[in-house]
């Protein structure tokens, strides 16, 4: 996309100060070339402008760019006492290369916003947004993948609702990255499948399990494995089951404080076991308020420049779903040196209940 030189390919507006320069650099050529001795020789300067302006502008821009500077050098004020037809038709042909370099540049750019789009509506459509509600729970959720211009890396989350509640996963595949996205994806549909089925979270992690097992098997891949906490909010309940697959605990945050919501622990899924040994489900009660806030390792194994932990349970504060996560990412960010692994988190609440809980701490 040319657009007289003002847009690059995919509708990218250049800053003013950028589409300018190439002008800036002629005026200022000129009025060296002018306050300086005919008999100093600048026309190597000149020549460098196409090739820059091939950078900034389209074909018709760099034309437009060469095509002045050509005649400028033709005026007797301009031009060197020295400079011959021959530079002259050098500068001709610097500028014609500089014109198909400047084609070529936008045509990359354009196949290159195409592949991006692309990709990003294909890691859109393994982890769309999350809602601000999925039934009666309150949903805030925050994903940064590890690898730069990605969307989708090896941790996954999502809330569904079911005929037995309203269902939340929260998982880390081995790895991180584009590498792990294919199993992201699979595990997403399991647990999208399982949820609408099963009857019990135990069925649903059997289900996960069954297709890490299943795809590493597939792929000969006797490493593959993942770590899970399912959450279950059954039908006019206040409470939710928790049952982890080798995860980090979630949190519990209400107007008292923080504490860790610890089911009985079990190994990761996709171990490849002659028997998926299902945990047990943790029954916690929810007062107004309450937020549960499930999250990946990436989150706790951020280390500062002195290498400490990132202490989540320390740091958290209570506040609504969507400001919630928010609110950690922004602190493990300046806590952080690098965050270096792929980061999830999920909150999740029944009920707003922002009134009371502010008023138990005194907001």
Known sequence: MDRGGQELAGGVRLPRWVRTLPWVMVVVLVIVQLLTPKSLELGFAFAVVPPLTSLV?????????SGTLAALLLLPAIRADDVSY????????????????????VRRDAQLVSVRTVAQAAQLAV??????????VRCGALYRAAQRGTLVGGDLYDVQQSAYGVRAVVGDVKGHGLAAVGTVSALLGAFREGVLD???LSGVAARL???????????????LFATAVLLEFPPGASRVRVLSCGHPPPLLLNGSGVREVEPEPASPLGLGMAEFCVPASLTVPLGPGDVL??????????????????????????????????????DLSGYAEEVAD?????????????????????R
């Open 342 to 362: 792929d980061v999830a988190l999920l909150a999740l609440s029944v009920s707003d209940g922002s009134t009371a809980a502010g008023r138990r701490r005194g």
């Open 127 to 136: 982890l769309p947004p999350m809602p601000p509600r999925v039934g009666p």
């Open 198 to 200: 099963e009857p019990e």
């Open 293 to 330: 806030l499930a999250h990946t390792d990436g989150v706790t194994e951020a280390r500062d420049a002195a290498g400490r932990f990132y202490p989540l349970a320390e740091r958290v504060r209570w506040a609504p779903p969507t400001e919630l996560v928010r609110e950690v990412w922004h």
């Open 209 to 223: 399990d069954r297709r890490l097992v299943v795809d590493a098997a597939a792929h000969g891949d006797k490493e």
């Open 57 to 65: 502008y389209g074909r018709f821009g760099t034309a437009l760019v």
């Open 86 to 105: 021959q530079d002259l038709l050098a500068f001709v042909l610097i500028s014609l290369v500089s014109v198909v370099l400047a084609a070529l540049r």
